[in-house]
C-alpha cells in the first residue's frame, strides 16, 4: 500500500471526519495491537503539522508502557497517576495542557514541547488499555474540539482492536 497524502482543512468536523475515514483506511483489515496502532500514530502525526510527538503508551499492570510512536524517543513507563499520561489514566478521562511547565509532575521528553493532549483508550467493555498521547510545539495547540475529535479517532482505533 502506497501513502496518499491528503490535504487536512482547516474546518474541525471535516478534518475530524477525514481523520477518522485515513485511521480506517490504514488499519483495515488489520486487529494486531503493534500494526494498527503504528499506522494509526503515523496518520495522526501526518494530520497535526504542529505536532512534534504522537504516540501511544499501554498499560502493563501498575505502570504505562511506552507503544507505537512518531517523534523523539521517549520515557519507556510511566507510573499509575504519574505525569500528564498517568493522570488521564488515573483519572479516566482526556486531559488537555496548555503549557507543559505548568502541569505539576509532567514528565519531560522533548524540551521543544509546549501543550500536550492525552486521550485515554477504552476496550469494548470501557476499561483503559492505553492513552493517545500528543505534543505540540505550540502552546495552547489543542483546543476542547480537538478533545471531542481525538476522542472519537480513539474510538475509532479501539473499533480495530476490540471490534
Ligand atoms: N509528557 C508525558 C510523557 C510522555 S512524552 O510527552 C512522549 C507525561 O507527562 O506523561
Known amino acids: 500500500m502506497s501513502y496518499i497524502e491528503v490535504e487536512y482543512p482547516a474546518e474541525k468536523a471535516e478534518f475530524y471526519r477525514l481523520l477518522k475515514e485515513q485511521i480506517s483506511l490504514y488499519t483495515e483489515g488489520e486487529s494486531d495491537e503493534t500494526a494498527v496502532l503504528a499506522n494509526a500514530s503515523a496518520v495522526i502525526k501526518q494530520a497535526f503539522k504542529e505536532t512534534n510527538w504522537v504516540g501511544f503508551y499501554l498499560v502493563d499492570g501498575e505502570e504505562l508502557k511506552l507503544g507505537p510512536f512518531q517523534g523523539r524517543p521517549a520515557v519507556a513507563r510511566i507510573g499509575f497517576g504519574k505525569g500528564v499520561c498517568g493522570s488521564a489514566w488515573q483519572h479516566g478521562e482526556s486531559l488537555i495542557v496548555d503549557e507543559?511547565?505548568?502541569?505539576?509532575?509532567?514528565?519531560?521528553?522533548?524540551?521543544?514541547?509546549?501543550?500536550?493532549?492525552?486521550?485515554?483508550?477504552?476496550?469494548?467493555?470501557?476499561?483503559?488499555?492505553?492513552?493517545?498521547?500528543?505534543?505540540?510545539?505550540?502552546?495552547?495547540?489543542?483546543?476542547e474540539e480537538d478533545r471531542l475529535g481525538l476522542e472519537?479517532?480513539?474510538?475509532?482505533?479501539?473499533?480495530?482492536?476490540?471490534?
Not at 472519537?152 to 480495530?160: G, M, P
Request: aromatic share 8%; proline share 4%.
Open 152 to 163: 472519537a479517532a480513539a474510538e475509532e482505533i479501539s473499533k480495530r482492536l476490540f471490534g
Open 100 to 143: 507543559v511547565e505548568c502541569f505539576e509532575g509532567h514528565i519531560a521528553c522533548d524540551c521543544n514541547t509546549h501543550s500536550e493532549a492525552v486521550i485515554p483508550l477504552k476496550n469494548k467493555e470501557g476499561e483503559i488499555f492505553g492513552v493517545l498521547d500528543m505534543d505540540s510545539v505550540l502552546p495552547a495547540y489543542f483546543t
